[in-house]
């Protein structure tokens, strides 16, 4: 499991024997453990890092674990507190209890006694992050044009974003051109507490070098030729939200330490301004480049790089997720000739599912979009493909290695591929229709054929999906 998909535990308490104590339970639970010796350093932990569980004494040296308890759960109100005690204030920690505590645990404790504690706690920050993943997997389809697909790569992307839409902590996000990274930006924004707060979406890579500062920061009247007025830069109009800095490797090495002094600080100096001006605004990058490289040959700077690399967005290329694009084909299908249920031959769908994608579902959108409006509306067939994708078909089906491929990704091994992506959803949505359908990204009639296709019958909501004799099933096809 990724780093950044661990079940995060902070532990708080002033004996360091007892931290290191409660961060080896935690570890050999798997989980991604840190510590702090008062409640002041872990609230100050929580401005970079989004704890999933919080461990902390009763008694600190300033701050009670209460008032900790109290304002943890104001800035995170997802997050597991739980409380340790000695046993003349069992009762404080009762009431701690009644102000949002999961639980307490009387010192000194038993080693096991502690572990089956963070497991249970563990286990309904789970449920309750699973729970909203479906919720949120129907919610940011509708209204930000969907993050279609259900293969593990997808799907772990996805609990990123619920993971991360409440929390202010930087986020950069690394993928391919064309994979849908603005999209994820907007997802973690606009589905979290900060929706209704700015959202400024920043193209670095085309931003004029000699107007990236005055457009950042903004600029004085009379700072420079044709500045008749004086104007707010991209931060201040991002104050109270998100700024998204779209291929933030393409930055100049100047205005990347103007940059860093802004994060650091939370203030910019408009251009022609002796004034700086407070901004609050979470920091979300985004890079098709290694940024790791890139510091590394001195053409990114390793501060800034740090500070924007809290946690990281791997988006997958479509090569790294390809049992994701009959789905994908289909939501587009959908979007672009809508209710008029155009089919797709094994032979096209072949071609596509070969084809390397070198612009990602970007490109893959435009392919179908190209296909429906040429097209009879009927059909989409490999004659209707654009011919880099015929001809790396052709080119497939005459070698020898990939000759091999091709048969297996035969008309029944397309059937097969989709049947069970319609399941494997199904078992997320818990047998729903209506879910599985949005998390699918296909119409409600798209669906219902494909279930009678492929024989799959739904119980109930608790139950799942059942199949009938699904092995005869994929041979009849």
């Not at 701050?63 to 003349?88: D, F, K, N, W």
């Not at 993971?163 to 930087?170: A, C, G, Y």
């Not at 097209?375 to 067939?381: K, M, N, Q, S, V």
Request: glycine fraction near 8%; charged fraction near 25%; charge should be neutral.
């Amino acid at each position: 499991m990724s780093d950044d998909l661990k079940i995060r535990l902070l532990i708080v308490d002033d004996e360091q024997s007892i931290r290191r104590l409660c961060m080896t339970i935690g570890q050999t639970l798997g989980f991604t453990c840190s510590e702090a010796e008062s409640a002041e350093a872990a609230l100050a932990k929580l401005d970079t890092a989004t704890p999933d569980l919080i461990l902390t004494d009763l008694k600190l040296p300033s701050l009670s674990g209460v008032e900790l308890l109290r304002q943890a759960r104001a800035i995170l109100p997802r997050t597991e507190v739980a409380i340790m005690t000695g046993h003349g204030s069992i009762e404080s920690a009762v009431d701690a209890m009644k102000i949002g505590a999961y639980d307490y645990i009387e010192k000194p404790f038993r080693v096991e006694k502690l572990r089956l504690l963070l497991q249970r706690m563990a286990e309904k920050v789970r449920l309750v992050a699973e729970n909203q993943f479906l919720r949120e997997r129907v919610n940011t389809e509708e209204s930000l044009g969907g993050i279609v697909g259900a293969s593990a790569k997808i799907q772990d992307v996805l609990r990123m974003i619920s993971r991360l839409q409440d929390s202010r902590t930087p986020v950069l996000i690394f993928g391919e051109s064309g994979t849908g990274k603005e999209l994820v930006a907007r997802a973690i924004h606009f589905r979290g507490s900060l929706a209704q707060t700015p959202f400024v979406a920043v193209d670095c890579g085309s931003l004029v070098p000699t107007l990236m500062e005055s457009e950042l920061f903004g600029y004085e009247k009379g700072a420079f030729t044709g500045a008749i007025k004086s104007k707010a830069g991209l931060f201040q109009a991002a104050n109270g939200g998100t700024i998204f800095l779209d291929e933030i490797g393409e930055l100049p090495l100047e205005m990347q330490a103007k940059l860093l002094r802004v994060l650091q600080e939370k203030e910019v100096r408009p251009v022609g301004s002796n004034d700086r001006v407070s901004t609050d605004v979470r920091v979300i990058a985004a890079t098709n480049r290694d940024l790791e490289a890139a510091y590394r040959d001195g053409t990114f700077r390793k501060d800034l790089y740090f500070r924007l690399n809290v946690v990281t967005v791997h988006i997958p290329s479509l090569r790294e997720r390809r049992s994701d694009i009959p789905m994908l084909v289909h939501h587009f299908l959908d979007r672009y000739a809508p209710g008029e249920n155009v089919q797709v031959t094994s032979a096209a769908m072949k071609s596509l599912l070969q084809y390397d994608w070198p612009g990602n579902v970007r490109e893959l959108e435009n392919c179908v979009a190209r296909a429906v409006t040429l097209g009879d509306h009927l059909t989409i067939d490999s004659g209707d493909l654009p011919p880099a994708i015929r001809s790396e078909q052709a080119s497939a089906d005459g070698s020898g290695a990939a000759a091999s491929d091709a048969a297996a990704l035969s008309t029944m091994a397309l059937a097969e591929m989709e049947r069970m992506t319609i399941l494997r959803v199904f078992e997320q949505a818990r047998g729903d229709k209506a879910l599985a359908g949005k998390m699918l990204g296909i119409s409600r009639a798209t669906l219902y054929r494909k279930l009678k296709r492929y024989n799959i019958g739904v119980k109930s909501a608790s139950e799942g999906p059942a199949v009938a004799n699904p092995a005869s099933q994929a041979a009849s096809h």
